[in-house]
């Protein structure tokens, strides 16, 4: 019989032999987590002494005179017992037993610990019933033993067992001896909050020294909750602990005075609280319960001394959170075969272990957003994993299914006119069955996989990702096919209507094509998501997620370089690091992710890409001969490029360009590894000479390639010429070329990752769909220097000139700073002009670095923001000794105030308002400012002739225009729902802010185009075009929704941003009032514990200037914005008795002057500004808008200083049929209250007859 085990001897199974405690305590080292090493004395061992001492019937007679009520017979029956088992002697085996095992823990002190083996189950809960004895040692270890087998019958273990009906059970004691940590801190935790019951927080406990003292309620400790999601700290209380328990000299705990300040002090500071937090979280995830656990921290490691069900929360079924994961156009079919595929045949290949539940949810614009619940033990991913660890023999045949099942699928596609649907239709589930194996299996990092299955998973993942989504479609076009009456409704029709025949009515399928819910086999119309949740007891989280077991750290994307090429030349790069790299080195570097933006393309790695490089490579270096290995095969590799290069050029074709590709991207294999290692610090230096030598030489190896393919590409493919020709991929190329529209698209912007094209999503959006981290540029407002690497030494001053392509070297003179991403051959002629460079990029064996110490100019790499700060003009100092550019001058890059019209002017817009405003305004290269309470904004002028060119076209198409009006009410009620959802936190995570502020910038985008300035020119072109006419008849609708939305949205005390900075000020402890003060990039560094300083936020009360370049905003405050602004104040006119603008609306009427100037600042004062106005007043404003409607409605005439004939004002005039004068620049400039004038709506002219007197 076994006496004891230690403790990875023992699994969670094994509560019967070593109680609740100890199985747990077994399980979790078992799982790597961090215990303190022991064993556990059976419970099997407690029951044999009972047996051998003969005093189980002794106890069983006491236990018979208990009455549970009466106390006394508890107490009596206690004391009796517990004398019983504690005087008598151990069997000689089991003594000797313990004392063996506890001498090879080779530890001065112990902890023993009781541990029922009815203890920590899901329904009873034995904490704190038993006993455990602190720092004992081996002299005093089997009399403690005793005690804790004998605390089974203490009063309230006693009371306990009868309270919950358990005394006729069988009842049994294991005692945990394990390894005693002298923590410095100590405390509980509970994954889920005992108190709240909110599954997505976690509740930490902390106090100074050993954990009893807090278990016992002797102190009190601080308390940190831990939002998991997002996996920020949501509240921290730090209380005063006066003493803590500790071990004295003589072993025994002792109380100890705590001194200040460390008693006032936080016991765990932000880092320690999320270490322990993400422990937490793996244990509750491990177990798929929610967990009580006791920790310890000693030497700067946490460690788990207990972990126990938590046993207090409410019976009631919890609620399954659902959270967004992608967003797809689906098909109903595609959803079924999905579910089913997830739900039944991957529970079935699994033996029932675990299974996923996709929810879908169908909107009117045909987008599917589809959702897994992530908080359901049945769904887990866990035991995924497990089963293939345990089974690893049964993963080959399902792959060899998988992939016979794919090849179905694709001959299914093929002849889909002739394709029996019910049997594509089943392949199809059985082939979503296994899929989820390799999505999860193809990029794991979980070492008790076997290698084999991850590199298959990942084969096969990339195998069937292309057709994944193809197959839903040709599945589609089978059964229109197939099924013509149907085909307006395919994509709503479910495959069991089909088959059986049982179609439903035209109303049933139109309220799908709006909207409709799959869930778990059924399809829900016709109710709205809140009610769908309540009734299904699950909540749907529209943040993106990714699907994973653990909430791992993301993967780290970094900018590697950033380029003017061709997509060709960085795929040949791709297929380099992704198949041919592994043969020289033994690991693939097959994590990129490009982002083309104003015709650069951009590559970011992922940053453990750099890590495992440099190890494998380290290994390879050791290695005899193995660098002229690879700088002989280099070599001949270039020779028979130069051959494929001429016969590609001389023959254009596509043969000839795939074969050039392939030899291209075995090359760069090697000239990566020669580029890759001179940087590894330890590397040989023969090795670094050698490579350093080849890199010289052949430094143009990656831009001739790109040469070749854009003078190559243009000549296979001739109907796409540049700049599509550059956009085009390899796989395009020879197989299917995409639409001119879809290209259009491309050329604006697109990301691309793993083959696939990304547009209209920023990098944001992007990284939240693949679960990465994409490196961001930091751009801080209103600095002036920017600090980097030096690549050799040297100070220059000069003016700066942005070198972003080939065609930007001719204007690099005699003198200037040339500022890149990074250098190459081509740019030399620049170069040997230049008196200094600035990088983004680089290293210290970079082309800037190594050309800059060859010319022995200074040169700073690796800044990141250069090109992002600097502006074309800019008078610098380029401190190469120190590594840092000081900008001496702006040039902001704002014209004479001729080259711009004024758009708007107002009182006091807010700080934020304007940042959020100018995220799209930056675009059209707009600026804003605000001086002395006025904010103004401008466009240059051929700014505004192309935004009316747009708006010509938005107009008059049909199409174009339905678009965009959907979007737009769409957008409106998708930034509702977020705020309905996040204004009822009291706390917010970075994510709910962001998001926040992402929809107020959209909105932006699409009330922009109600504008004058882009809807004038379509009013003239609707009176001779009947479908831009027809748009207009919606343009007031669109346009007056939208700006009551988003002053709902933006001014005043019942706004919704008001709203959401309040819960701010509550959270942070800043003020609304200086957060009106904060930019959008200023509010999210709150969660980084960043605050505006005091004197900035003056200095932008003062004075702010923000200016687009299309691209970028740039931030001026203070005295600086004075002289910016001062520059477009406008002095006040001579008196003229005529001002001129446009006709709106036609008639002629003369009365009082009312000047109404709204206040944004104060917006709920607008009020009664507009009180003061009277019936028949003529008003005279900058312009009009919605919340001007009341002063409107009691004018005989309008006249504003902007708008067109589609403004606001004009609208309004011709609605009331009251003469109204448009765009008149300065009107409110020249008119004042009580003036008399006479408005001529038929000339256009505006008179001022008479001047009122002013004091």
Known sequence: MELIKNFNEIKKTDSLLAGGKGSSLGEMTQAGLPVPDGFVVLSGTFDRFLHETDLAQEIEAILKTVDHKAIHTVEGASEKIRGLIENEELPQDISDEILRASKALRAEFVAVRSSATAEDGAEHAWAGQLESYLNTTEDDLLDKVKKCWSSLFTPRAIFYRFEKELHGTGISVAVVVQKMVQSEVSGIAFSVHPITEDRNQLIIEAGFGLGEAIVSGSITPDSYVVEKESRQIIDTTVNTQRRGLYKSRRGENEWKEIPEPKASSQVLNVSQIMELADLVIKIENHYGFPCDIEWAYEDGKFYITQSRPITTLSNKTPIRHFKKFFTRKLSLVTMEYWWEGEYDAFNKLLQGSTRFNPLFIKTSDGNTSVYYDINNPDTAIKPLFDFFINNPDKFRPLAKKFEEDYKKLHQFAINYRNTNIKDFYKTSVDFWGFLPVIVQFGNSTNKELPKAIIEKSYKLRELSQAGEYEHGDALIGAIKFQYPDLAEYANVISIKELLSNKIPNKETLDNRNDFFIFFEGNITTGKDLEKFQEENNILIDEDLSIIGEFSEKKSLFKKNVSRDVCVAAIEFWEKSDTEYLENWIGVTTDRLVYERANGMLTVYEDEKIFADATKAIKKKLARSGWVEEITENYQKALKEIKKLESQLLSKPNKKNLEVFFEKLARTQSLFAIIYFVPAIEDAPSKAKEACLEQRKSTEDFFYNANATFEKAIPMIVPDYAIPFSKILSINEILGMLPTVDELRKRDEHFIFHDHKFYYNRTLIQVERELGIEIEKDEVI?????????????????????????????????????????????????????????????????????????????????????????????????????????????????????????????????????????MTEYKKIKGFSMLAHGIWTTYLPKQSIKDTLIEGVELY????????????????????????????????????????????????????RRTEFFATDDAYQYSLNDEITSENLKHFERIKNSGREYLNKLFFGSESALFSILSILQKQFRVEVDSLMLYSRSDLLNLFENQKVSTSILEDRKCAYVMIGDGENLTYINGKEAEVIVSKFDTVTPEFHSEIKGKTANKGKVRGMAKVIIADYGNFDGLKKIMESMVNGDILIAETTSPELMPVCSKASAIVTNQGGMMSHAAIVSREMNIPCVVGTGNATDLIKDGDIVEVDGNKGVVHIIQKAQRD
């Open 781 to 917: 407002s209103g600095t002036n220097e920017i600090r980097g690497n030096v690549a050799h030494k040297g100070i220059s001053k000069g003016k700066v000139v942005i070198v972003l392509t080939k065609t930007d070297i001719n204007r690099v003179n005699e003198g200037d700073i040339m500022v890149t991403p990074m250098t190459n051959p081509d740019f030399l002629p620049a170069m040997k002009k230049a008196s200094a460079f600035v990088t983004d990029e680089g290293g210290v064996t970079s082309h800037a670095a190594i050309t800059a110490r060859e010319m022995g100019k200074p040169c700073i790499i690796g800044t990141k923001i250069a090109t992002k700060v600097l502006k074309d003009g800019d008078l610098v100092e380029v401190n190469a000794d120190t590594g840092v550019i000081k900008i001496i001058e702006n040039n902001l890059g704002i014209k004479d105030p001729n080259y711009y019209q004024r758009l708007f002017q107002v009182g006091g817009m807010p700080y934020i308002i304007s940042d959020i405003f």
């Open 956 to 1007: 008059s198409s049909k199409e174009k225009f339905d678009e965009y009006s959907n979007g737009f009410e769409a957008y409106k009620k998708k930034t509702a729902e977020h705020f309905e959802k996040i204004s009822k936190k009291d706390r917010l995570t970075r994510a709910d802010l962001e998001e926040f502020l992402i929809n107020l910038s959209t909105l932006f985008h699409f009330y």
